[in-house]
């Protein structure tokens, strides 16, 4: 099992910035393939980040490419995703996902992730 725990959502301005992080136990986050997703109302779930286990490899939406980095500190045992120059179409509700299964690279859909965080409100403002 893998407990998952996300901070760092908030209400910021467009343009600014904001740095979520997920709290990993149970395994280490380097044990496994990891991900931020998110979901705005009315829309589905959709892949934001994900970093692999080794490597490591990391891939980002092309909505987010240049403005998003996702990292891993495994001392604190803990995945960051900084997010600069954030726009309104960035609102949602962001998620940390582990994948338990995959053995190289990055999982993108959400259904094939196997542990959920429960959450985090990010609301950019115009």
């Known amino acids: 099992q893998v407990q998952l725990v996300e901070s760092g959502g908030g209400l910021v301005q467009a343009g600014g910035s904001l740095r979520l992080s997920c709290a990993a136990s149970g395994r280490t986050v380097s044990s496994v393939a990891m991900g931020w997703f998110r979901q705005a109302p009315g829309k589905e779930r959709e892949f934001v980040a994900g970093?692999?286990?080794?490597?490591?490899?990391?891939r980002y939406a092309d909505s987010v490419k240049g403005r998003f980095t996702i990292s891993r500190d495994n001392v604190k045992n803990t995945v960051y995703l900084q997010m600069n120059s954030l726009e309104p179409e960035d609102t949602a509700v962001y998620y940390c996902?582990?994948?338990?299964?995959?053995?190289?690279?990055?999982?993108?859909?959400?259904?094939?992730?196997?542990?959920w965080g429960q959450g985090t409100q990010v609301t950019v403002s115009s």
């Open positions: 996902a582990a994948d338990n299964k995959i053995l190289f690279g990055v999982n993108t859909r959400p259904e094939r992730m196997d542990y």
């Open positions: 970093i692999s286990r080794s490597g490591p490899i990391i």
